[in-house]
Nanobody, 116 residues
Framework: QVRLVESGGGLVQAGGSLRLTCAATGGIFSFNVMGWYRQAPGKQRELVATINTGRITNYADSVKGRFTITRDNAKKTVYLQMNSLKPEDTAVYYC??????????WGQGTQVTVSS
């Protein structure tokens, strides 16, 4: 079983930066695609970024050029560096793990609030 714990959320002014961290326990981290998703109030959960086992990344158009996803397999951790934050980035950010052996898991989420 995989457990994901996010951290690093908080309140930041527009134009600022935050770095989210997702630490995994259990499972075979290096075999799993890792991703960050977000859900704003009244909206559906949406993909922010993913990184696969070959470190190939994929980003939502709304965050391209501002956010960077990376992974450290030795630490079983995935990061989301968020720069040039905008009020519309305000949401609960969730870490996701998906792999052929482990299946799919979600973290509990971390709140990111960007003030204008």
């Amino acid at each position: 079983q995989v457990r994901l714990v996010e951290s690093g959320g908080g309140l930041v002014q527009a134009g600022g930066s935050l770095r989210l961290t997702c630490a995994a326990t259990g499972g075979i981290f290096s075999f799993n695609v890792m991703g960050w998703y977000r859900q704003a109030p009244g909206k559906q959960r949406e993909l922010v970024a993913t990184i696969n086992t070959g470190r190939i990344t994929n980003y939502a158009d709304s965050v391209k050029g501002r956010f960077t996803i990376t992974r450290d397999n030795a630490k079983k951790t995935v990061y989301l560096q968020m720069n040039s934050l905008k009020p519309e980035d305000t949401a609960v950010y969730y870490c996701n793990s998906f792999g052929p052996a482990d299946g799919a898991y979600w973290g509990q989420g971390t709140q990111v609030t960007v003030s204008s």
